[in-house]
């Protein structure tokens, strides 16, 4: 019997997972957050907040919690964490499941311009450019150097922090983001290049850049080792935790 499941969360497969396992099942869910936002969402159920301190520290929340399954649902993007997840479920025993939505892939009439890494999606824009960065803060940095470009910057919450780029604003949004108001975004911002993480899931942003014949910059996910079990939905996920008794 399943008991207690941690969900690694900061993603909307997190969210759902534990929704469904509140409302379909006797497991008892708990979500960790890593702390990125002041006001998290509502996901349903219990939920932590910060890092554990590495692999080492995982493991030891697994074991004093009575964790029976691990379930790693962070961010395609994510480096570290799924990292420590496979670490710390290998050193206590706890089965591990990884949640990765699919990677989005061109549709016709896209044709991005794929990088493998943040820098060199800095280096790609011409001088000039009004950019929409849609990569997250934390990953702005590459873009410092360049003070030849206008960036929009969209993070989930206002802030009091100082732009961080040469030139350009916040856009604050958390989504989801229809295309038709992604659209209305790029236009009043005059916006002529999209730079996106492959994250996968919702194509509003796509479908936008599409119809106004925007340049889309397009990241490609960090390689992983594939140690884990693997799913790309929640429900797949609720699924697997069913056969292990949830
Ligand atoms: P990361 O590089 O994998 O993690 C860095 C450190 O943050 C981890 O070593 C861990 O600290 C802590 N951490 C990460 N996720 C955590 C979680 N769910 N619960 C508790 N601690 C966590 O991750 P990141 O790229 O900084 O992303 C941080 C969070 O934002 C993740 O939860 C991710 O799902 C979400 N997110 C990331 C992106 C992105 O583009 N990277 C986009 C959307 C959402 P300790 O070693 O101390 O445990």
């Given amino acids: 019997m399943l008991k207690r499941v941690l969900i690694l969360g900061g993603t909307a497969e997190a ?17 960790s957050l890593a702390g990125r936002t002041a006001a998290p969402a509502d996901h349903g159920c219990a939920l932590r907040v910060g890092g554990f301190g590495g692999a080492a520290g995982l493991a030891a929340y697994l074991a004093d919690e009575r964790i029976d399954a691990l379930v790693d649902a962070t961010h395609p993007f994510a480096e570290q964490m ?13 089965p591990l499941l990884r949640v990765e939505r699919p990677a989005w892939s061109a549709e016709p009439g896209e044709a991005w311009i794929e990088t493998t890494s943040l820098a060199e999606a800095a280096a790609t824009p011409p001088s000039g450019s009004r950019l929409f960065l849609a990569i997250g803060p934390e990953s702005a940095a590459p873009f410092a150097s360049r003070g030849d470009v206008w960036c929009a910057l969209r993070r989930l919450e206002p ?12 856009v604050i949004g958390r989504p989801p983001f229809s295309e038709e108001a992604e659209r209305a975004l790029f236009r009043a911002l005059r916006i002529d290049m999209l730079v996106v993480k492959n994250s996968g899931g919702d194509r509003a942003k796509l479908g936008a850049a599409r119809s106004l014949g925007l340049e889309v910059v397009m990241v490609a996910r960090p390689a992983r080792r594939d140690g884990a079990a693997r799913v790309e939905t929640a429900a797949a996920a609720l699924a697997w935790l069913r056969r292990r008794g949830g």
Avoid at 17 to 31: G, H, P, S, Y
Avoid at 159 to 169: A, C, E, H, N, V
């Fill in 15 to 31: 969210r759902a997972l534990a929704r469904m396992l509140i409302a379909e099942t006797d497991v008892e869910a708990i979500v």
């Fill in 82 to 94: 799924p990292r420590n997840a496979e670490s710390a479920a290998a050193r206590s025993g706890v």
């Fill in 159 to 170: 802030t009091d922090l100082p732009f961080p780029l040469p030139q350009g604003r916040w």
